[in-house]
């Protein structure tokens, strides 16, 4: 087997999932980013000719069903914690709006103020929230 030597570049997702899914199976990172590859290349040419590393058989490069279900798992977990963040960074641009509504506002206290602050709130929210997906 000849070895070849390879840089490559990750998302800071991608890196999250390496590193979480070592710690999962006890790796190191290195041999985690190994599988990843090797089970990347295996997905990508379906079993035509690629082989892991130490491995006789084109039949080994192709992912085992706790491999893929292992993977499949870390990309649940990823999903749930990308979910979370995005409610909390929505709640945490709502309410930074909300403080600047109500820095805006004219002092009193009545019912009518807390409704304006609410709909400019609202408003400012929207906009920013807009502003973030355009960027995409």
Request: aromatic share 4%; proline share 3%.
């Given at each position: 087997?000849?070895?070849?030597?390879?840089?490559?570049?990750?998302?800071?997702?991608?890196?999250?999932?390496?590193?979480?899914?070592?710690?999962?199976?006890?790796?190191?990172?290195?041999?985690?980013?190994?599988?990843?590859?090797?089970?990347?290349?295996?997905?990508?040419?379906?079993?035509?000719?690629?082989?892991?590393?130490?491995?006789?058989?084109?039949?080994?490069?192709?992912?085992?069903?706790?491999?893929?279900?292992?993977?499949?798992?870390?990309?649940?977990?990823?999903?749930?914690?990308?979910?979370?963040?995005?409610?909390?960074?929505?709640?945490?641009?709502?309410?930074?709006?909300?403080?600047?509504?109500?820095?805006?506002?004219?002092?009193?206290?009545?019912?009518?103020?807390?409704?304006?602050?609410?709909?400019?709130?609202?408003?400012?929210?929207?906009?920013?929230?807009?502003?973030a997906k355009a960027d995409f």
């Amino acid at each position: 087997m000849a070895r070849v030597m390879l840089t490559g570049r990750v998302t800071d997702t991608q890196a999250a999932a390496l590193k979480g899914y070592a710690a999962d199976v006890g790796l190191p990172l290195y041999q985690a980013t190994v599988r990843a590859l090797e089970l990347g290349i295996a997905a990508l040419v379906g079993g035509r000719g690629a082989e892991p590393a130490g491995s006789d058989s084109t039949a080994a490069a192709l992912p085992t069903n706790a491999e893929v279900e292992e993977l499949r798992e870390a990309i649940d977990r990823l999903a749930t914690r990308s979910e979370l963040t995005d409610r909390l960074i929505q709640r945490t641009l709502y309410a930074a709006g909300a403080a600047y509504a109500a820095a805006l506002a004219e002092p009193g206290q009545g019912e009518e103020r807390l409704k304006q602050i609410a709909l400019d709130a609202d408003r400012i929210f929207d906009r920013q929230l807009a502003k973030a997906k355009a960027d995409f």
